[in-house]
């Protein structure tokens, strides 16, 4: 059963702890991204990974940490620099559109973490 | 659920009615677009996509329009059902670059 897990659901801090979100995906993709997604908001960029051991940051990726040390894994860990980390998080990977197979950055999602900061 | 919702614009159609659902984008030199479509608490879905040398595509009861020279994109859903509630968000990427993503549109379906 192929496709993207994030886990926990839902994921409680107190204020001033790091929490690290896991996001694993069995579909051999190549790129994986973090997004934040508020209410009323679009999705935002935390960071993106084309390839293990290669990370970017995206638009509002001040507070957070990722790492590739695997194709399958790009876990996100919210530091406590990150001002206001209450959010749905949100983990997508896509095909490599270098390798040319299948559709162009066509992302696949996951299922989310909520994270509450108490 | 999540309240991925609020302060969205709201289609509210009935049950069997066809949706369109509108997105503007901004960059002239995008050249692919995707819609989701979100349900509350979960993570986005794909619907359909569409590169920037075509103008229309069609899949199952749906349908997206690019309009290139106002910069519009356009998700048409045929007899649209209560599953179809959610919200719908039109996404655009230029070249390798990441996508970018619009703000969502609620849709609700009545019976």
Redesign the interface.
Known sequence: DGG?T?SPKYLFRKEGQNVTLSCEQNLNHDAM?W?R?D???????IY?SQIVNDFQK?DIAEGYSVSREKKESFPLTVTSAQKNPTA?Y?C?SSID??AGGG??????????T?LTVL | G???????PTLSVQEGDNSIINCAYSNSASD?F?W?KQES??????II?I?SNMDKRQGQRVTVLLNKTVKHLSLQIAATQPGDSAVY?CAE?TG?S??T????TMLLVSP
Do not use: C, M, W
């Open positions: 993207i994030q991204y997004y997604q209410p009323g908001q679009g999705l935002r960029l993106y995206g749905f949100l997508a559109r270098l559709s162009y950055n066509e992302q696949f999602f996951g299922p989310g909520r | 999540e309240s991925v919702g609020l302060h969205l692919y995707i989701y608490g979960k993570g986005p879905q794909f996509d590169r968000f990427s390798y990441t996508l993503f619009g703000k969502g």
